[in-house]
């Protein structure tokens, strides 16, 4: 499982190890019966890889990202918005409508339930899982169990996020123990002890510039991939385009998310906006060259049918 982990979520060895280690223990039975399949909050610098593990669970556990089940709890910070997870009571507006998190598990036993942004929820919202985290159910609005036993639930939270750098940065070679032991007072007062010994702790550390090259380097073999398979296109990258896209992606409040950005500002619409213009001249690219000038920006050279 690391490996297929590995895979698509780079630079995070030892959380996909701890992950992966809790759920193969409760594959085999090993664990107790009534919780979930694992209950983990990965937090961590943003861009680390926190939401592509979930991506990546789904798709190797359950067969595909669509067993994927997103809540964002940042919308869910007011202590009414309960209703608006497991479902309206009777009387109330919405009742027999469900709840989004009832109603998504309800159709989709088996998958990921990743709560983003878990620090901003309301502590009302967060008292919602306790049952769930320890016996495996939620009670709906219509009074329905709803089984959350073969589920995985992800939290993701950047609470502590400044001091898992700064630390880094002053012990590089710090260990798990040693991050472990800085975030617990943060997590202590954010999340009531009760509820922080029902779930594990996986830390994401931030990426370096081999990792964040590797994920451009995937990210754009993407890109030359589509390119192949619509175009007929045989694509070379230059470096100086890794380099650029690398160093845009080491900024610590972004991380690799950025390189997404990038692509869809920057490089995909002035690639779209020359291959238009090679199709509206009645011209076949038959090869396309990428690179990165300090001066003008991303570099396209086309090769065309006609020119050879």
């Known amino acids: 499982m690391e490996q297929s982990l590995e895979n698509r979520v780079v630079g995070q060895r030892p959380a996909l190890c701890a992950i992966a280690q809790r759920l193969r223990a409760a594959k085999t039975g090993l664990t107790p019966e009534n919780g979930p399949q694992g209950v983990f909050l990965l937090t961590g610098p943003s861009g680390t890889g926190k939401t592509e593990t979930a991506l990546t669970l789904a798709d190797?556990?359950?067969?595909?990202?669509?067993?994927?089940?997103?809540?964002?709890?940042?919308?869910?910070?007011?202590?009414?918005?309960v209703s608006q997870l497991k479902g309206s009571p009777p009387g109330y507006v919405g009742y027999g409508q469900g709840g989004v998190l009832t109603e998504a598990?309800?159709?989709?036993?088996?998958?990921?339930?990743?709560?983003?942004?878990?620090?901003?929820?309301?502590?009302?919202?967060?008292?919602?899982?306790?049952?769930?985290?320890?016996?495996?159910?939620?009670?709906?609005?219509?009074?329905?169990?709803?089984?959350?036993?073969?589920?995985?639930?992800?939290?993701?939270?950047?609470?502590?996020?400044?001091?898992?750098?700064?630390?880094?940065?002053?012990?590089?070679?710090?260990?798990?123990?040693?991050?472990?032991?800085?975030?617990?007072?943060?997590?202590?007062?954010?999340f009531q002890p009760a509820l922080m010994a029902r779930f594990q702790t996986v830390i994401y550390r931030p990426l370096g510039q081999e990792a964040m090259r590797t994920i451009v380097e995937m990210k754009l073999a993407q890109v030359v991939r589509r390119l192949h398979q619509h175009y007929g296109l045989e694509t070379e990258i230059n470096d100086s385009l890794y380099d650029q896209l690398t160093a845009a992606c080491l900024l610590p409040d972004t991380g690799a998310r950025n390189i997404d950005s990038l692509l869809n500002q920057q490089i995909l619409p002035?690639?779209?906006?020359?291959?238009?213009?090679?199709?509206?001249?009645?011209?076949?690219?038959?090869?396309?060259?990428?690179?990165?000038?300090?001066?003008?920006?991303?570099?396209?050279?086309?090769?065309?049918?006609?020119?050879?």
């Open 60 to 81: 190797t556990l359950f067969g595909g990202e669509k067993s994927l089940i997103t809540i964002n709890l940042s919308e869910y910070q007011e202590p009414h918005t």
């Open 105 to 190: 598990v309800r159709k989709r036993p088996y998958s990921v339930v990743l709560l983003d942004e878990v620090e901003k929820a309301h502590r009302d919202v967060m008292n919602l899982f306790y049952q769930v985290f320890d016996r495996g159910f939620m009670r709906d609005g219509e009074g329905r169990e709803i089984d959350f036993r073969n589920t995985v639930i992800l939290m993701t939270a950047n609470l502590g996020s400044d001091h898992i750098m700064q630390l880094l940065e002053e012990k590089p070679d710090a260990t798990d123990a040693d991050l472990h032991e800085l975030l617990y007072p943060l997590l202590r007062d954010h």
């Open 270 to 308: 002035v690639l779209s906006q020359q291959l238009l213009a090679q199709q509206a001249a009645h011209r076949k690219p038959a090869q396309l060259r990428l690179g990165w000038d300090e001066e003008d920006g991303i570099v396209l050279e086309f090769a065309t049918e006609e020119m050879q």
